[in-house]
């Protein structure tokens, strides 16, 4: 149920941006994941596709960048990239890393219809 809150609060920033942007219809939603962030891309579509019904953002499709997850190792400071479950370093076995990318998420573009262009 994460997905739930989470794409409620992406809506907001979706219609927000959009309406600054006086957009009538909203097309494409990039989204940044993180493959930390425990957040299923299916979910998230599905919850945005029942959210929007009735507003301008009906329809859109979103489209997910994947960050892989990395580490950075306390005891060496080898950096490497890891599976969610593979907290070990590499290269000096120490079991000591700190994650310093993949639980990104947030809006990376929206691509918009503006009222300007509805020829
Ligand atoms: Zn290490």
């Known amino acids: 149920m ?4 989470v794409t409620q609060s992406l809506l907001d920033i979706v219609l927000k941006e959009a309406g600054k942007a006086g957009a009538i219809r909203v097309n494409t939603v990039t ?4 493959e930390l962030s425990g957040l299923v891309d299916d979910s998230i579509q599905f919850y945005f ?7 301008i953002a009906e329809g859109s499709k979103l489209h997910f960048k ?4 990395r580490m950075k190792c ?3 400071g080898e ?6 479950n593979e907290w ?3 290269k000096c076995g120490q079991w000591q ?14 691509e918009v219809d503006d009222a300007d262009k509805s020829t």
């Open 2 to 5: 994460h997905e739930l809150a």
């Open 31 to 34: 989204l940044v994941i993180g």
């Open 49 to 55: 596709d029942f959210m929007t019904k009735g507003t």
């Open 66 to 69: 994947r960050v892989s997850a």
């Open 74 to 76: 306390r005891a060496c």
């Open 79 to 84: 950096e490497f990239i890891t599976t969610p």
């Open 88 to 90: 070990i370093c590499p």
């Open 97 to 110: 890393a700190e994650v310093i990318a993949g639980k990104e998420f947030y809006v990376d573009s929206i």
